[in-house]
């Protein structure tokens, strides 16, 4: 049973830093392409950033190997540890409009995850809250 699980929220205030981790059971470490989306209230779930891995079967279908959304290039990083079957996303430079609930999914490829949001799992997701 494929499980993801988020840890690392929080509240900090604007221009601090957070680090996000997703850990994953269930598959093989790589298998999938992780990504993070959040959605903050009133407000669609949108995608933030992506990563594949070369042990993903469809590793070759992707063009890039990450992804970030326009609003956090600069400021987010994600990484992947595979030996501990977990994404990272660290943000920093906050902002209050990067205020919500980030969820962690998984996928086949950075095109189909964050491109088109096409999701296998999601987490249950952490709350980030930028505020002074």
């Known amino acids: 049973q494929v499980q993801l699980v988020e840890s690392g929220g929080g509240l900090v205030q604007p221009g601090g830093s957070l680090r996000l981790s997703c850990e994953g059971s269930?598959?093989?470490?790589?298998?999938?392409?992780i990504g993070w989306f959040r959605q903050a209230p009133g407000k669609e779930r949108e995608g933030v950033s992506c990563?594949?891995?070369?042990?993903?079967?469809?590793?070759?279908?992707?063009?890039?190997?990450?992804y970030y959304a326009d609003s956090v290039k600069g400021r987010f990083t994600i990484s992947r540890d595979n030996a501990k079957n977990t994404v990272y996303l660290q943000m920093n430079s906050l902002k209050p409009e990067d205020t919500a609930v980030y969820y962690c999914?998984?996928?086949?490829?950075?095109?189909?995850?964050?491109?088109?949001?096409?999701?296998?799992?999601w987490g249950q997701g952490t709350q980030v809250t930028v505020s002074s």
């Open positions: 999914a998984a996928g086949d490829t950075v095109q189909a995850l964050c491109g088109i949001g096409q999701v296998d799992y």
């Open positions: 269930g598959f093989s470490p790589g298998y999938y392409t």
């Open positions: 990563i594949t891995s070369s042990e993903n079967p469809s590793y070759y279908q992707d063009s890039v190997d990450t």
